[in-house]
């Protein structure tokens, strides 16, 4: 079903600068993939105007594919990172494990995967969560949820919670099918987004 790259040098209104990863790599689904939408008008896009407008000198490598899970994700990451050398790798995968009803644990194995094959390159690594509808389960949803906390404090990784905070609930916001939000949603998307990406680019 579903479907996230970016930096150098920030100059702040004080006119000192930070360091930040010259290239960031989005693995993602179709949630980052700009399903259904225009090119140009999912988070991903949003997220390089705003480096643009914040002067951040940066380049972002979409590589999310719709349909995409955290199998795949682990099998296509090793030529990314060789071909992209990225600096930061922030990585939107699962919920098409979760909606095929896949085992946690193995998404969980992938994710962790993922994570150590970015930093024997040299790169960070975010993370970007999602829920499962209730219709697959309450205990399914609440493990799949967990998940991402869970790995995150393992990994000692950022982690954005879950990316359609606030859009998830309105069903205005989505296409026909329920499952992709419409482009209108996205800026809500990179709002609930941005601040962890933000803080991470800042690190040292």
């Given amino acids: 079903?579903?479907?996230?790259?970016?930096?150098?040098?920030l100059s702040t209104s004080a006119g000192s600068a930070y360091s930040a990863p010259k290239t960031?790599?989005?693995l993602g689904d179709s949630l980052s993939a700009e399903y259904g939408l225009a090119r140009g008008t999912g988070w991903v896009a949003l997220a390089e105007e705003k480096l643009r407008a914040q002067k951040i000198q940066a380049t972002i490598i979409n590589?999310?594919?719709?349909g995409e899970?955290?199998?795949?994700?682990?099998?296509?990451?090793p030529a990314l990172l060789e071909k992209h050398k990225p600096a930061l790798v922030v990585i939107e995968l699962g919920a098409n494990?979760?909606?095929?009803?896949l085992p946690v644990v193995a998404a969980e194995a992938n994710l962790l995967a993922m994570t150590s094959?970015?930093?024997k390159a040299d790169a960070r690594v975010?993370?970007?969560?999602?829920?499962m509808p209730p219709n697959y389960g309450r205990d399914y949803a609440d493990k799949f949820y967990a998940m991402y906390g869970s790995l995150a404090r393992q990994i000692n990784a950022p982690l954005v919670p879950f990316m359609l905070e606030g859009v998830a609930d309105?069903?205005?916001?989505?296409q026909p099918d329920r499952l992709h939000p419409v482009a209108s949603a996205h800026p809500a998307i990179l709002a609930n987004i941005w601040p962890t990406l933000q803080k991470t680019l800042k690190a040292k």
């Fill in 1 to 9: 079903m579903l479907a996230l790259a970016l930096f150098t040098t």
């Fill in 24 to 26: 960031v790599l989005v």
């Fill in 63 to 66: 590589a999310s594919v719709s």
């Fill in 69 to 77: 899970t955290t199998s795949g994700g682990r099998s296509r990451l």
């Fill in 97 to 101: 494990d979760g909606l095929r009803g």
């Fill in 117 to 119: 094959a970015a930093r």
């Fill in 126 to 131: 975010m993370l970007i969560g999602m829920r």
């Fill in 170 to 174: 309105k069903p205005e916001l989505f």
